[in-house]
Antibody, heavy 115, light 107 residues
């Protein structure tokens, strides 16, 4: 069974970088696409980007140059880095497999941006 | 960006009833739409993909349909476990975008 699990700090200071890890079991990240989605307080959902089976990436233009998604195939993990965070980046962050739609999700990690 | 206008924002229905949730796309998305269910404290679960295909393991009381740029999720014979927030999401064009969500309460 495909399982995803996010990990990372729950509190980040403004202007710093947010770094999260998604550990995948039951399926190789060298197949399909692997994405990050966040849900803001108040329910709005935002697709942030994904990394493909080949390592290519696609990002939401709203995040401009702040976002980077990378991977470590030896550990079957992929990563999110979001730079220069503000309080507007406070959200629950999910990793998910994209296979035409997002069919497997992690449990989510709540990240608060606050000094 | 493609805008997904979802309605209603909330609704309340009784056990056994049928409800419909809608998403209107700002342009043609060619059936590239998914529906998700999210319960409090849980991650979203895929219900419907490609507008009308039922994800494995999802009860058949859930169904999806489309008419032009209007997409609908119908839930028949409401059960107590259907209380959740439902989202639509288009994957026709980047950036992928979501509807604003519909909170379903079971009376």
């Amino acid at each position: 069974e495909v399982q995803l699990q996010e990990s990372g700090p729950g509190l980040v200071k403004p202007s710093q970088s947010l770094s999260l890890t998604c550990s995948v079991t039951g399926y190789s990240i060298t197949s399909n696409y692997w994405g990050w989605i966040r849900k803001f307080p108040g329910n709005k959902m935002e697709w942030m980007g994904y990394i493909s089976y080949s390592g290519s990436t696609s990002y939401n233009p709203s995040l401009k140059s702040r976002i980077s998604i990378t991977r470590d195939t030896s550990k079957n993990q992929f990563f999110l880095q979001l730079n220069s965070v503000t309080t507007e980046d406070t959200a629950t962050y999910y990793c998910a497999r994209y296979y035409g739609s997002f069919d497997y999700w992690g449990q989510g990690v709540m990240v608060t941006v606050s000094s | 960006d493609i805008q997904m206008t979802q309605s209603p924002a909330s609704l309340s229905a009784s056990l056994g009833e049928t409800v419909t949730i809608e998403c209107l796309a700002s342009e043609d998305i060619y059936s590239n739409l998914a529906w998700y269910q999210q319960k409090p404290g849980k991650s979203p679960q895929l219900l419907i993909y490609d507008a009308s295909s039922l994800q494995d393991g999802v009860p058949s009381r859930f169904s999806g349909s489309e008419s032009g740029t209007q997409y609908s999720l119908e839930i028949n014979s409401l059960q107590s476990e259907d209380a959740a927030t439902y989202f639509c999401q288009q994957h026709h064009d980047y950036p992928f975008t979501f509807g604003s969500g519909t909170k379903l309460e079971i009376k």
